[in-house]
């Protein structure tokens, strides 16, 4: 099943758009999770394990476990096979950030698309059309960055061209382009934070899927993204729901959240919306 399928059937189940980020930062790892030979699998595996009923999509972040080598790169293959058995329709969005030219993008994309077979990677799109195709070609589907939720998007994201427009708007619009070709096998990251300039982007590209970092921790409103974002979005919260606890309830404590979280999701879920067919 494509992506975009996946995503339809599971915002329809659950009525909700949480995407929880798992980005197992060691030093917050509770005590009795780093003594284990798997701290990252077992940690993320305990949060997938409490949270997986609530969530669209999870993101595992690259990052966290590249930083320990061969031996991280085997807590993540095992963690993505985890949560493939334990919930085949939940989405796998791996934020891996690539960016290089065709032949090495299509190195990375054997990798993520066959290897590890998730749904969705998130790239940077800055080298063009030949950095973005591999994974395409490969039958993925991909998160552009567009608008970042950090504080440094403010030196080159807004960036004015000739034509006016800012260089985030630019990006929207050429990824827009491109899903012309590659229906429905592109998405765009757009910072939640970013409340007027989501409406901006949403214009744009009224089809794509938004992936939005900056829910909890970075202190973006629901009731404030909602009337721009539209309904093709997943709205990612990972620091607010894995650290809530770094004592033997930590899991609970994910568990929690991650249902207050997806209870106010579900007051903006348009049942209207989704009785068309989105496929």
């Given at each position: 099943m494509l992506f975009f399928e996946k995503f339809v059937n599971r915002v329809k189940t659950l009525k909700s758009f949480l995407c929880i980020g798992?980005?197992?930062?060691?030093e917050k790892l509770p005590s009795s999770i780093k003594e284990k030979k798997e701290p990252l699998f077992e940690f993320c595996k305990e949060i997938v394990k409490k949270t997986h009923?609530?969530?669209v999509a999870f993101k595992p972040n690259?990052?966290?476990?590249e930083r320990f080598g061969s031996k991280g790169f085997s807590q993540l293959e095992k963690l993505i096979v985890y949560v493939r058995r334990l919930d085949p329709n939940v989405i796998i969005v791996l934020d891996a950030k690539r960016g290089d030219l065709f032949n090495t993008a299509k190195e990375y994309s054997k990798y993520y698309f066959r290897e590890l077979k998730v749904d969705s990677i998130t790239i940077n799109p800055y080298m063009g059309r030949d950095s973005v195709e591999p994974y395409l070609n490969?039958?993925?589907?991909?998160?552009s960055l567009c608008l970042t939720s950090n504080s440094g998007a403010y030196d080159l994201q807004y960036l004015k061209l000739n034509s006016g427009r800012e260089l985030f708007l630019k990006v929207a619009e050429y990824i827009t382009l491109l899903n012309r070709e590659y229906e429905n096998r592109l998405g765009?990251?757009?910072?939640?934070?970013?409340k007027e300039e989501i409406a901006r982007i949403r214009e744009s590209s009224p089809k794509l899927c938004f992936?939005?970092?900056?829910?909890?921790?970075?202190?973006?409103?629901?009731?404030e993204i909602?009337?721009?974002?539209?309904?093709f979005v997943l709205l990612n919260s990972s620091r607010e729901i894995l650290f809530g606890s770094q004592g033997e309830d930590f899991a609970e404590k994910s568990k929690e959240k991650s249902v207050q979280i997806f209870s106010s999701m579900k007051h903006f879920y348009d049942p209207s919306f989704w009785e068309k067919d989105q496929t």
């Open positions: 798992l980005d197992p930062e060691y009923s609530y969530a690259i990052a966290f476990f490969e039958g993925g589907h991909v998160f765009l990251v757009v910072g939640a934070n970013h992936l939005m970092p900056g829910i909890g921790a970075q202190g973006a409103n629901l009731q909602f009337p721009y974002s539209g309904q």
